[in-house]
């Protein structure tokens, strides 16, 4: 898969909850001992509950940004993260948006 592919190179359709689930489970096992928390739909999803959801939002520490994106980076057989915008995905079919999110003070 090349790193300029985007939503719009996969099939259309929206990730299943089994979809989410996956890119949850990547992401736990990509982070290994990184402190992150797994927010939002995809936090529901992962307990069971029917909400539709596209993406996995996930937390991390003020200032860990870079770093995590940088580990997912290199996580190619999981995620892709584009050069230009930094978006990232999990290679699923559709891909599963992956979202980022740093507190505005330390937690």
């Not at 996995?56 to 190619?76: A, C, H, M, W, Y």
């Not at 990232?88 to 992956?98: A, D, F, L, Q, R």
């Amino acid at each position: 898969m090349s790193t300029s592919a985007g939503p719009s190179s996969y099939s259309s359709g929206k990730p299943t909850p089994d979809d989410v689930r996956a890119a949850s489970s990547a992401l736990g096992y990509c982070l290994g001992n990184q402190i992150y928390g797994i927010v939002g739909g995809g936090a529901l999803v992962l307990l069971g509950s029917a909400r539709e959801t596209e993406d996995v939002d996930f937390v991390v520490p003020q200032g860990e940004t870079k770093n995590t994106r940088s580990i997912l980076r290199k996580e190619t057989t999981y995620f892709e993260v584009q050069a230009k915008t930094n978006h990232t995905y999990y290679k699923s079919t559709p891909p599963v948006e992956i979202e980022i999110l740093a507190p505005p003070r330390p937690f």
